[in-house]
């Protein structure tokens, strides 16, 4: 089943994708995609987790496609939403640069 999210990004979104992109595949995952849409995926607890994400002005929807039965996609959501803080953190976007 899946789970569905939204982030919404103040800044700049090539900054923005960039730095998770880094952060994704820094962590042995992967991430295709531009600034209308892709997919990632990843390794959490020892299983894999897979999405896709669309961009709509200043929101990016986020859907997790695949994800073990056990792990709660609340789970998952968060994770997403702390790489997405630490990225605000890391480009210096304001405090209401990511909301999440």
């Known amino acids: 089943m899946e789970s569905i999210f939204t982030i919404s990004v103040f800044g700049n979104l090539s900054d923005v994708f960039k730095d998770i992109e880094s952060r994704i595949r820094s962590n042995g995952g992967t991430f295709s995609g531009n600034l209308d849409s892709g997919k990632f995926s990843g390794k959490t607890e ?12 200043n929101r990016i929807i986020v859907r997790i496609t695949r994800k073990p039965f056990l792990l709660p996609a609340s789970a998952i959501e968060a994770e997403i939403r702390q790489y997405f803080r630490e990225t605000a953190d890391s480009l210096q976007i304001a405090s209401n640069g990511v909301k999440v």
């Open 46 to 57: 020892g299983v894999v987790i897979e999405g896709k994400y669309q961009v709509l002005g």
